[in-house]
């Protein structure tokens, strides 16, 4: 065994020190002239000093003092001493087991010390004193079994040795397990060692054997430390919190959120079926921010989903809120139920039982529908497999009786429940055989399109069925295009076939999306059309396009023929997919002659009378021309495209004498359906200014209002009604729109700071939440990348520091950063059996967007924090922006303590933001922010953790008066 000579050189000191009974001073001065000042790894003078010192039956204090010298006069390091000591394995001694616990005592504040600021070497302290605690309670659990082998227990008269051996143990436990610096490195320690961490847990359970003994009180107080060992990275209870609204003047506020009524709103008026998992993945998030029960949640979705209905009633979206509170609400209560991990059944009930407390809801309903609203919910839920037979009864029977329940026949609401049968229905028939059952085809599609052709669409759309009603509706559409010969009555039923399929494709994909197109076939007439010619909001189509398409010489029959008088649209083998766009040649031909003065307006209206006076899909292909006509043209060349426009919406009066005939077609219902797409497609690309084609639903803006002005209107109907209505929905839909989502964003933080009051505070935080997830990627973005930096960059004086809108608006922003946060790390779901490449395109597309909105995110918040850093560089002191960083990384911490979003924090962020913030910060958020899981994010916590015990050790220093 090879000796190192300074160790000898230390062993004779200690030797020649005990035998001329040095003082502590004396042993400081020569100790210093053994060792050199480059030795930094001392760890052999602790254990030299206890063989020296504990090698007899008791302790030699004088050498032990040399110990306590060296320790605080920086000649060791304390976690060479706390190694040392939990080396010790002689508790047959208990003086010297009592004289190490009265080192410790004396040592126990030098544990963390000015010269612990190296990463590794504050690790290795962490883990000796680790070893402490095991020793400590090794210590405890031999001493108490001692003292259980006692046969006289009257000796235990409190001063044996052993006895004071376990109250010295627990009080030093107290000091090493309530000291929050201390419990944070042991918090580390046990990540770093965790099968020591296991044997402390072990050791603990060992001495829990001793509980009815005589230490019993000492026993339960070291038993409870051990266990809130585990508690040290929950920092919700710790001072300065920022849920200023769970309650406001002692009282708890209850109500439905916000968030959740305004999410349902969207998820009602803006969203599809196909929708669904996405609202439902919306409303969990909500849930896991606001921390709720399922119960609360579910009560907030039924909730808000009636006051929805509610307040729709007898407006124009009677009939689609009808469809989503009795069809398509109750499959998302059941998207949420098998998401969940626990019983989502039993939490349903409660929620339902929580809503059914307060009737004043289903009360307004019932008058206002004429039906039992609670019992047709129920039906719904049953049919869904929310709820049993027996159980809807119970629910029932809790309802006080309604004196409208009897008038269920005549409600929208019971029509609606029928309409989702009747789509089966309607759909069995369309997919039968085209040639041999044409006439019941005909009959269906015919009056499909009447008065309760909306309800019939909002039924196939809130029941998931829509996409199915539009592939059979494509399908006739191509099929209507075959001609094998065929008689008068043969062609016109090929023809109002066709028209009404493609009416009824129009009609959908302007109101419900393309996405229910199939977009399978590349010889799809309408699809084609659909993708090249119809205008669509936001997007200018070639009107050159649809020309290139057209027959010149066909084009130059048809002028001629019609020119000259031809009053009849001929029907017999006419090929409608060329006529179309072959109409649009005829009508680009008229307009240029008319501008030229080579024709009149009144040759023009001949030929347009004939185009729409059987088939009404010629007028809707010759207005999507001219939309784009108008919308890529001067406006001085777009006057009689407007003219033309005009007309065509116009009552048609050559066609009254044969209205009668044509009325077996339904060719009003056709006419009137005509219209809507024509006048929607005016309001979404052009806004004409044509009489008779302004829009006229309430959900329209004027664009000659500021939008400061919309903005503050529609807030002030909410916040009259208290609840986000159908208006203020639809016109924050168009703000957004039109503003753009920047200055949305823009507009919603500017009301922040307009709003006085915590409990309007509340409810805004809640409803922006909700709007901003209109357009969640883009205004999410916006508000991290430009308001968050602009807010601790520009935001000057007493805009900066007012409060609560400060803490609002840092709740906010923490609310809609973990929203992206779980968007883009949302399971993507996969059918177990896909139907169509189509559905494989869109899971590998979705797939595809979390991947791209992980990789945003990532970006968004480097750049953030790298601007976080920045800031705190620049500031000397306590500052509102400092204050808005610290709350930021705060809430989320308290929000995720397990997710790895606050992982980009650089080493000198933290280290800056406890420099400047001080005693705000604790060992818990420092635990939160680190990513304890890597070496390197232990080892720079450990050294947060020294750094800030140094910070508070000066500000009590400064604190006590300097004359004490």
């Known amino acids: 065994m090879v000796v190192n000579p300074k160790e000898a050189d230390v062993r004779n000191l200690i030797i020649r020190a005990w035998r001329e009974r040095w003082s502590e001073r004396q042993w400081g001065i020569h100790i210093r002239t053994v060792l050199d000042d480059e030795d930094t790894n001392l760890s052999f003078l602790a254990d030299l000093i206890f063989q020296q010192a504990l090698n007899g039956p008791g302790p030699n204090n004088l050498v032990l003092s040399y110990l306590k010298h060296s320790v605080f006069s920086y000649i060791i390091s304390t976690s060479a001493v706390l190694k040392s000591i939990s ?268 809503f059914l407390a307060n009737e004043s809801t289903l009360d307004v309903i019932d008058s206002k529908l004429h039906c039992g609203t609670w019992e047709l919910f129920l039906m719904s839920l049953t ?107 043969a062609s016109t039923t090929r023809a109002v076939i066709f028209d009404s399929s493609f009416l009824a494709l129009c009609h959908i994909t302007q109101n419900y999306g393309p996405q229910y197109l199939p977009w399978e076939d590349g010889d799809c007439f309408f699809e084609e059309w659909y993708r090249d010619w119809m205008g669509v909001e936001g997007e200018a189509k070639s009107p050159d396009t649809v020309l290139a398409k057209c027959d010149s010489k066909k084009i130059d029959i048809l002028l001629n023929q019609y020119l000259q008088g031809e009053p009849e649209l001929k029907t017999s083998l006419v090929l409608w997919h060329e006529l179309c766009p072959n109409s649009v040649g005829v009508v680009s031909e008229l307009l240029f002659a008319w501008r030229n003065d080579a024709v009149s307006f009144t040759d023009v209206k001949k030929v347009l009378d004939v185009f729409r006076s059987k088939i009404c899909a010629l007028p809707v292909a010759i207005a999507a021309w001219l939309c784009s006509y108008i919308q890529v043209s001067r406006e001085e060349e777009c006057g009689k495209a407007r003219y033309i426009l005009e007309h065509l919406m116009s009552p048609n009066v050559t066609a009254t004498a044969s209205e009668d005939v044509q009325d077996n077609f339904n060719f009003k219902d056709r006419r009137r359906l005509m219209g809507k797409i024509i006048g929607k497609m005016i309001q979404s690309t052009i806004y004409s200014t044509v009489p008779g084609t302004q829009p006229t639903t309430t959900d329209c803006v004027s664009d000659r209002k500021e939008c400061r002005e919309l903005f503050e209107s529609a807030w002030a109907k909410r916040a009259n009604r208290g609840i986000m209505d159908v208006q203020t929905t639809a016109q924050m839909k168009n703000l957004l729109r039109i503003t753009g989502p920047h200055h949305f964003v823009q507009l919603i933080i500017q009301r922040i700071y307009d709003i006085e009051h915590k409990v309007e505070l509340m409810q805004w935080r809640d409803l922006a939440y909700g709007l901003l997830h209109m357009d969640m990627e883009e205004c999410i973005s916006s508000f991290i990348s430009h308001f968050i930096p602009n807010i601790l960059h520009f935001s000057r004086g007493e805009l900066n520091s007012v409060e609560p809108q400060n803490s609002c608006l840092v709740s906010l922003a923490v609310d809609l950063t973990l929203s992206f946060y779980y968007h883009s790390r949302l399971e993507t779901a996969k059918e177990e059996e896909p139907q169509a490449k189509r559905r494989k395109l869109k899971v590998i597309e979705e797939e595809t967007t979390e991947k791209r909105l992980r990789k945003k995110l990532d970006a968004l918040l480097k750049e953030l924090f790298q601007d976080f850093e920045r800031v705190l560089q620049e500031t000397k002191d306590f500052t509102p922006n400092a204050r808005f960083i610290f709350r930021f990384l705060r809430e989320i911490a308290i929000k995720t303590p397990s997710q790895p979003i606050l992982h980009g924090l650089s080493d000198t962020l933290i280290i800056q933001l406890v420099r400047v913030m001080g005693k705000s910060v604790t060992t818990n958020l420092l635990l939160a922010l680190y990513p304890l899981r890597e070496p390197s994010g232990r080892r720079n916590c450990e050294r947060a953790i020294a750094r800030l015990k140094e910070y508070h050790d000066d500000s009590i220093a400064e604190s006590e008066p300097w004359f004490s």
């Open 87 to 354: 080396q010790y394995q002689a508790f047959y001694k208990p003086f010297c087991v009592a004289s190490l616990l009265d080192l410790l005592d004396q040592v126990k504040g030098r544990v963390i010390g000015r010269e612990t600021d190296d990463g590794d070497l504050c690790l290795d302290l962490s883990l000796a004193l680790q070893a402490v605690i095991y020793w400590l309670l090794s210590v405890t659990y031999s001493s108490l079994e001692k003292i259980s082998d006692m046969t006289d227990l009257s000796e235990l008269n409190g001063d044996a040795e052993d006895s004071r051996i376990v109250t010295k143990c627990r009080k030093l436990l107290t000091y090493f397990l309530g000291d929050p610096f201390l419990k944070g490195m042991l918090h580390i320690a046990g990540i770093e060692a965790p099968k020591v961490h296991e044997n402390i847990q072990k050791m603990c359970r060992e001495n829990l054997k001793f509980s009815d003994g005589y230490h019993s009180s000492d026993i339960s107080v070291i038993i409870s430390l051990v266990e809130n060992l585990n508690n040290c990275r929950d920092i919700r209870g710790s001072q300065d919190s920022l849920d200023l609204f769970s309650s406001i003047d002692a009282k708890v506020i209850h109500g439905v959120n916000g968030a959740v009524q305004t999410t349902i709103m969207i998820a009602a008026m803006l969203r599809t079926t196909s929708d669904v998992l996405l609202v439902a993945n919306d409303l969990l998030i909500i849930r896991q921010l606001k921390k709720c029960s399922g119960a609360e949640l579910y009560c907030d979705i039924i909730q808000s989903g009636m006051i929805g209905l509610a307040e729709a009633i007898g407006k124009e979206s009677e009939l689609k809120f009808i469809g989503f509170t009795f069809l398509q609400l109750p499959v998302l209560l059941r998207t949420i139920r098998d998401k969940q991990r626990k019983d989502g059944g039993e939490e349903l009930r409660k929620g339902l039982d929580e």
């Open 383 to 489: 049919k869904n497999q929310l709820l049993t037979e027996e159980q809807k009864e119970t629910f029932l029977a809790k309802r006080t009786a309604s004196p409208f329940a009897q008038k269920k026949n005549s409600s929208n609401a019971v029509i609606m429940l029928k309409a989702e049968m009747t789509v089966l229905n309607v759909l069995k028939i369309l997919d039968g055989d085209y040639v041999t059952q044409q006439d019941k085809i005909f009959t269906v599609i015919s009056s499909m399109l009447g008065e309760t052709f909306e309800t019939f669409l909002i039924a196939a759309s809130s029941t998931g069925l829509l996409e199915q009603v539009t592939a059979r509706l494509i399908k006739l559409n191509q099929l209507s295009k075959q001609v094998n010969g065929e008689g008068s009555k």
